[in-house]
């Protein structure tokens, strides 16, 4: 046997380093963390320093079995796992439960899985950092406490089965008051000019630099331009350069991978996380933007050898981050020279996203001519603007340009490309101006990206809580993350070409979102009451002052038993504060006004399955429900909104003799046919969906249903064999089997699926085929 045992958290980081160690090490992997605290009011002894119990997760005892009898026949134990407070306390744990002795056991640290970078931690081990623990600890086990304390809250006095957190509720708050901010926001109208010229039939696009508030003054200034003449009246030439963005951050990495290749913040760590352990990148989780000297060099080295030595400026980046936990290095490759990320598409576009972004942070600038022009018309006093730009060294322009949140205005951006040759006092044809009603925009939504983005600069969270956070969110239901459709909105349009005028009122789709965060009418309910009876908890400043604390506890500078105490007193006293909170006095619900038919009440408020609409009292035996339709809040929905919706369910015709209904249900609008359900998806809606359109929907559901099964079998009609996704597989019980790949799922006997059934794993199985405890 070896005798020394390398613990990292990964079996793939395990296989990764192995191949770089000789044959006196052994690499094992702990699966990640290996204790927690238990569930239950147990695990923190709050009379006694907020002391915490923690017990072997069970999932990980026999992963601490096959560790303790490799720790017998080691000499020394090198904890590896990764350079942050996580990686810390998960070491720290290991100690613990495989009672590790000091004088056999060393703490190395590496930000980069390379032989070289794993060589170099084995010759320089240290020991554990307890004060890095401590800011774990801490972390947890205020975290712990506030979910502990404030879910049953919420319980008790808005809904069974919600659940807040200290740094999740502030999430869902921005995205809140942004959907309100949205929702009071009030359109201004102003008419933006355009003009298009041809110089020696080159085209050149312009634009009146101030827009006209009004339609009279927009259509004065274009019957005016109809007899005018237009002439180059000034020229204007001036350098300009353009700098790169220092070298990836998680949260920067996060916002790129979103906005050039549509990855989720999740998804962005899980490529990044496969990057890092196969030795492409250093560490993902970081806030750093310094890379050390030996990756400056080498990326010296490849700018000089792929671009020459005019393309490199070495450069130094500081952070704006104040005493950044995980302060090393940026995301970069491990090696420069290193093109290729493997087989998987996506691993290979994000390695080369952070080659690109770390190559062009040591590369020149780009040198740029930038050309302003002005344009006078003869019989008028407004000038028209027109710019471009000619690069004249590409710099680091060659490898990469950073992408931005910004959307453009409209589609007629004005050209910033290269001019035709222009000279003053030059005439120009008019081919077309164009006068185009235009209207301010809201706040726009957030997406993850721009999410994770405002808890960094709020000092929210830390590089590894962001993706985290962002998935618990929408996991429970306080935010949803989806693409909606804008609604139609006139607006005006003149123009003057061939010398006549022409106006025309024109319809455009507006407020369309792809891809942005939603919050539900749960998440409204439950952010009023927590921003009510627990301001601290979910205020933005409060939040970055206990994250900020976090950090003096990783330094030494706090003692962590301290810190939570003084959070908890304050915060347990509101706790039993809303004990005299009645129910009743939450806002959930609203009264909308008298239904016109019936002459009861009408009320919106939360149900058990969501928000709803009734009409009549709570005691009323006849009363009457519907449900509220995507994007209709309980705070906003008015009297005409809600009688809408008592129009379903809708009867929409028939079909086989049967007839077609239309509703909207738990999961969405629906309509049912033969006491079967179809889905109306985003396109449809069960007010206006017709027959013709139904019965369509009916068939392409039949002819899907059809291609997914494959049989069935007369023993047991529960026992199904489906086309899935990923495949063939066999359900029953509500729980899916895998069909072996040496078997063709159409040629499966009972008896096959059986055994197949029987012998799945354990924790697979429920009812009739489990095996029975013994």
């Known amino acids: 046997m070896p005798k020394n045992l390398v613990i990292v ?26 204790r927690d605290l238990p569930k239950g009011d147990k695990a923190i002894d709050i009379k006694n320093k907020f002391k915490p119990t923690y017990e072997v997760t069970p999932d990980k005892k026999d992963v601490i079995k096959q560790l303790k009898s490799l720790v017998k026949d080691a000499e020394t134990i090198y904890l590896a796992s990764d350079d942050d407070r996580e990686g810390e306390a998960i070491s720290w744990h290991l100690k613990e439960v495989l009672k590790l002795k000091d004088d056999s056991t060393k703490r190395i640290v590496f930000r980069e899985i390379t032989k070289s970078a794993i060589s170099k931690a084995i010759e320089n081990p240290r020991t554990i950092d307890i004060d890095l623990v401590n800011a774990q600890q801490a972390r947890r086990i205020l975290d712990r406490l506030v979910g502990f304390e404030l879910s049953p809250v919420l319980w008790k006095k808005i809904k069974a089965g919600l659940s807040a957190g200290r740094v999740q509720s502030v999430a869902v708050r921005f995205i809140v008051e942004r959907e309100r901010e949205i929702d009071k926001f009030n359109a201004k109208a102003a008419y933006r000019v355009t003009a298009q010229f041809l110089v020696d039939g080159k085209p050149l696009s312009a634009e009146l630099p101030k827009k ?50 549509g990855f989720s913040v999740g998804q962005t760590m899980t490529v990044a996380q496969k990057l890092y352990e196969s030795g492409k990148i250093t560490y993902m989780r970081t806030d750093s933007v310094n890379l050390s000297e030996e990756a400056m060099q080498k990326a010296q080295n490849e700018i000089e050898s792929a671009y020459g030595k005019e393309f490199h400026k070495a450069r130094k980046y500081s952070g704006k981050s104040e005493g950044a936990q995980e302060a090393h290095e940026a995301i970069r490759p491990s090696n420069f020279a290193e093109h290729d990320a493997g087989n998987d598409r996506n691993e290979q576009r994000l ?58 205005e409209d589609e007629e951006s004005t050209n910033k490309g290269l001019l035709p040759p222009l000279a003053i006092g030059q005439k120009l044809d008019l081919v077309e101006m164009k006068a185009k009603q235009t209207f301010t925009r809201p706040p726009a939504r957030y997406t993850e990206a721009s999410l994770v983005k405002k808890l960094e600069e709020m000092g929210i969270g830390r590089p590894s809580t962001y993706a985290p956070t962002i998935s618990t969110i929408q996991k429970r239901n306080y935010v949803i993350k989806e693409s909606r459709d804008g609604t139609p909105r006139d607006y005006v349009e003149m123009k003057i070409n061939n010398g006549k005028f022409a106006k025309a009122t024109k319809t455009e789709n507006a407020g369309s979102d792809k891809n942005k965060l939603f919050p539900t009418n749960i998440a409204m309910v439950v952010n009023d009451f927590l921003v009510e009876h627990f301001p601290n908890v979910i205020d933005y400043t409060f939040t970055a002052r206990v994250e900020k604390e976090f950090d003096d506890i990783a330094q030494g500078k706090q003692e962590w038993e301290e810190m939570i105490e003084n959070f908890y007193t304050v915060f347990h006293s509101k706790v039993e504060q809303t004990e005299n909170v009645s129910r009743a006095d939450v806002n959930s619900s609203r009264d909308l006004g008298i239904d016109p038919k019936s002459g009861k009440p009408i009320i919106v408020r939360l149900g058990k399955f969501g928000p709803l609409v009734q009409i009549g009292e709570q005691d009323d035996e006849e009363k009457k429900f519907a449900s509220l339709k995507k994007g209709q809040f309980i705070e906003n929905i008015t009297l005409e909104d809600a009688l809408e919706l008592f129009k379903l369910p809708r009867d929409v015709g028939h079909f086989e003799d049967k007839k077609i209904v239309a509703a909207i249900g738990r999961f969405g609008p629906y309509i049912r046919h033969d006491s079967k359900f179809v889905s109306l998806g985003k396109e449809l809606d069960p007010l206006s969906i017709t027959e013709e359109e139904a019965i369509e929907l009916i068939k392409d559901k039949r002819e899907a249903d059809a291609k997914k099964h494959i049989k069935t079998f007369e023993e047991n009609p529960e026992i199904q064999i489906l086309n899935g996704r990923w495949g063939p597989y066999i359900k029953f019980n509500k729980n899916n089997y895998k069909i072996p790949k040496d078997k063709e799922a159409e040629e499966l006997t009972y008896e096959e699926t059986l055994h197949i059934i029987e012998n799945q794993p354990e924790k697979k199985k429920k009812g009739k085929f489990a095996k029975k405890k013994k």
């Open 351 to 408: 390695y080369e996203l952070i080659w690109k972004r770390a190559i062009a942070s040591q590369m020149a600038d780009a040198q740029l001519e930038k050309t302003n022009v002005t344009i006078g018309i003869s019989n008028a006093q407004q000038t028209l603007s027109a710019s471009g730009e000619v690069i004249k060294f590409e710099g680091f322009l060659k490898v990469y340009l950073e992408s931005t949140d910004e959307e453009p």
């Open 9 to 34: 958290e990964s079996p793939a980081k395990a296989k990764t380093i192995e191949g770089y160690l000789g044959k006196d090490f052994k690499v094992a992997s702990s699966y990640g963390h290996v």
């Open 212 to 261: 006209f508030e009004t339609e009279e003054e927009a259509e004065q200034f274009l019957q005016t331009c109809l007899t005018g003449e237009f002439s180059i009246q000034n020229l204007e030439k001036k350098p300009a350069k353009k700098t790169p963005a220092p070298p990836f951050t998680t949260s920067t990495l996060q916002q790129e991978a979103s906005r050039k290749m």
